[in-house]
């Protein structure tokens, strides 16, 4: 398994047990937040993986364009999954927010890992 296939499984992880801990402190309607949170920060994880790692690149420059292409869209998508979250989740933003930010510490866990 690929490390940028294994920070996405493990980010899916947390932002369920985000989900979990958000029922259990503060209901259903928390834990969907939460979990959306963590969903959203798997996929948008996922696409900017496929895009930047997805193809074989024999000039380094064209990587690298790929690389930052993927980084770019990946902060549209986030700009975009923030105002719909605010949007469809209103009160419940502090759960979705919480969620993605604790899948954001798959990356530097991700530091540590043997591969």
């Known amino acids: 398994m690929s490390l940028a296939t294994r920070i996405v499984w493990y980010q899916l992880a947390v932002g369920l047990g985000a989900g979990l801990l958000w029922w259990w402190v503060s209901g259903f309607d928390a834990a969907l937040a ?19 790692l997805g193809r074989a690149h024999r000039d380094p420059g064209a990587m690298l364009s790929d690389f930052f292409r993927a980084q770019a869209w990946k902060y549209v998508m986030v700009a975009v999954v923030f105002v719909a979250a605010i949007k469809i989740f209103g009160h419940q933003f502090l759960p979705f927010i919480t969620a993605y930010l604790a899948t954001l510490s798959i990356y530097w866990f991700s530091l540590l890992w043997k591969e």
Do not use: N, R
């Open 34 to 52: 939460a979990a959306a949170g963590g969903a959203a920060s798997a996929l948008i994880s996922y696409y900017a993986a496929l895009k930047a």
